[in-house]
């Protein structure tokens, strides 16, 4: 990648290196074992101009979301957060509610239990279909201001369009964006919620660069891609979200409010306005992999069982990264049946049921969703019945009593 994709510069500087790894989401079938895998160098820079932090945009959505193996509804948490997001808004009976990257209808049939018309824009055709079965209006596309413009004029102009965890995923950040203006009423409010590279550098989330996410944005940066689409930035909230989220706000026309400059100011204070913020980040990645490979070798020389929790896309950058196999982790656990009997990409480690952990009763559990944590620690409260103990490898190696 030489140029930045959202301003054109030349100039980008490395942040971290993770080497190469397949798609993270292609989990493979045992047919597939003896098949050769397509790995994707995972090089994260950030452009010296606008400072977009990005990798090179080497798959396709395409590639991804055609056939999808992720399902927001197999997470509680996640549920009940959008339940309160659409508890907490003031829909008038007449809104019309469109919402991009509507994955299986974990958000929509809240709204549509309110008896408030809906739309969900999901590009996956398997997800796409679990919510339609629920009784959520689903149409099968990726938004693009083509897509925008072809919905606003059968249904009307939105009066709430919401973006969640896909603004990270487009490589067209401008023409998605513009997609995202083509939706929205003039007076109406566009909702974008996103990971926070803020808390992403902080706490050395590093697992959470991946293929299917092409840029990580600071509110600064979110800003000017916002801008660039025809949207400005009129609020922002601080979510505990996927480790640190930002709830962005914005609207066709308006100001920035008092939250907005908060958290631009809390961004700058970490260097991250300037390139020198980035510069320690891969020694503190390669920490983070030392610490988990030094845990899980003497696991294994003291004869002790390590098994994993979930199968995440970002627990397959930690494994591939960290280069673990199923001789340190024998399997991995999952409540998607999707994933069951198949492997994770790369690591080709075996994903079972969630009941395996019972039955064969192992000393520890590296919980892979990190970002779940208290939802996992209460699920996975059993573990303790026969002295096994929680292990979290990131921000640091944690292993819970």
């Given at each position: 990648?030489?140029?930045?994709?959202?301003?054109?510069?030349?100039?980008?500087?490395?942040?971290?290196?993770?080497?190469?790894?397949?798609?993270?989401?292609?989990?493979?079938?045992?047919?597939?074992?003896?098949?050769?895998?397509?790995?994707?160098?995972?090089?994260?820079?950030?452009?010296?101009?606008?400072?977009?932090?990005?990798?090179?945009?080497?798959?396709?959505?395409?590639?991804?979301?055609?056939?999808?193996?992720?399902?927001?509804?197999?997470?509680?948490?996640?549920?009940?957060?959008?339940?309160?997001?659409?508890?907490?808004?003031?829909?008038?009976?007449?809104?019309?509610?469109?919402?991009?990257?509507?994955?299986?209808?974990?958000?929509?049939?809240?709204?549509?239990?309110?008896?408030?018309?809906?739309?969900?824009?999901?590009?996956?055709?398997?997800?796409?279909?679990?919510?339609?079965?629920?009784?959520?209006?689903?149409?099968?596309?990726?938004?693009?201001?083509?897509?925008?413009?072809?919905?606003?004029?059968?249904?009307?102009?939105?009066?709430?369009?919401?973006?969640?965890?896909?603004?990270?995923?487009?490589?067209?950040?401008?023409?998605?964006?513009?997609?995202?203006?083509?939706?929205?009423?003039?007076?109406?409010?566009?909702?974008?919620?996103?990971?926070?590279?803020?808390?992403?550098?902080?706490?050395?989330?590093?697992?959470?660069?991946?293929?299917?996410?092409?840029?990580?944005?600071?509110?600064?940066?979110?800003?000017?891609?916002?801008?660039?689409?025809?949207?400005?930035?009129?609020?922002?909230?601080?979510?505990?979200?996927?480790?640190?989220?930002?709830?962005?706000?914005?609207?066709?026309?308006?100001?920035?409010?008092?939250?907005?400059?908060?958290?631009?100011?809390?961004?700058?204070?970490?260097?991250?306005?300037?390139?020198?913020?980035?510069?320690?980040?891969?020694?503190?990645?390669?920490?983070?992999?030392?610490?988990?490979?030094?845990?899980?070798?003497?696991?294994?020389?003291?004869?002790?069982?390590?098994?994993?929790?979930?199968?995440?896309?970002?627990?397959?950058?930690?494994?591939?990264?960290?280069?673990?196999r199923p001789d340190l982790l024998a399997y991995t656990?999952?409540?998607?049946?999707?994933?069951?009997?198949?492997?994770?990409?790369?690591?080709?480690?075996?994903?079972?049921?969630?009941?395996?952990?019972?039955?064969?009763?192992?000393?520890?559990?590296?919980?892979?969703?990190?970002?779940?944590?208290?939802?996992?620690v209460e699920q996975l409260s059993y573990v303790r019945?026969?002295?096994?103990?929680?292990?979290?490898?990131?921000?640091?190696?944690?292993?819970?009593?």
């Open positions: 990648m030489t140029t930045c994709r959202l301003c054109g510069s030349e100039s980008l500087a490395s942040v971290v290196d993770l080497g190469a790894t397949p798609p993270c989401e292609l989990f493979l079938t045992a047919e597939q074992l003896d098949l050769p895998e397509t790995a994707y160098p995972l090089h994260l820079r950030v452009c010296t101009g606008c400072l977009l932090a990005q990798i090179p945009p080497l798959i396709t959505p395409e590639d991804t979301f055609t056939e999808y193996a992720y399902f927001s509804s197999y997470s509680t948490s996640w549920v009940e957060h959008a339940r309160r997001f659409v508890a907490e808004r003031d829909l008038a009976p007449d809104a019309f509610v469109v919402e991009v990257a509507s994955n299986d209808g974990y958000l929509l049939q809240h709204v549509v239990a309110r008896g408030i018309r809906c739309l969900g824009i999901e590009p996956s055709a398997n997800v796409g279909r679990a919510a339609r079965e629920k009784g959520v209006p689903t149409l099968t596309a990726f938004l693009t201001p083509e897509t925008g413009a072809a919905v606003r004029a059968e249904h009307g102009p939105a009066d709430l369009v919401v973006a969640n965890n896909v603004y990270a995923h487009i490589p067209d950040v401008v023409g998605f964006t513009e997609g995202l203006r083509a939706l929205v009423a003039d007076d109406g409010l566009v909702s974008v919620e996103v990971q926070h590279l803020l808390t992403l550098m902080e706490l050395n989330q590093y697992d959470t660069i991946y293929h299917e996410h092409f840029q990580y944005y600071t509110v600064a940066s979110a800003q000017r891609a916002l801008a660039g689409g025809g949207l400005r930035l009129v609020d922002v909230e601080l979510l505990p979200t996927h480790g640190g989220s930002i709830r962005l706000w914005a609207r066709p026309y308006g100001e920035p409010g008092p939250r907005v400059d908060d958290v631009l100011a809390r961004e700058k204070a970490a260097g991250l306005h300037e390139l020198s913020g980035y510069a320690d980040f891969a020694a503190r990645v390669a920490k983070v992999r030392r610490d988990l490979l030094r845990f899980l070798v003497e696991a294994a020389d003291a004869g002790k069982t390590v098994v994993g929790y979930g199968a995440p896309g970002k627990g397959n950058t930690l494994l591939n990264h960290c280069g673990v656990v999952d409540r998607n049946p999707y994933k069951h009997g198949r492997f994770t990409p790369g690591a080709r480690i075996p994903i079972l049921a969630p009941e395996r952990i019972a039955e064969d009763r192992p000393d520890y559990v590296l919980v892979l969703p990190w970002n779940l944590r208290d939802e996992l019945e026969w002295g096994g103990r929680l292990v979290f490898p990131i921000p640091s190696l944690e292993v819970v009593p």
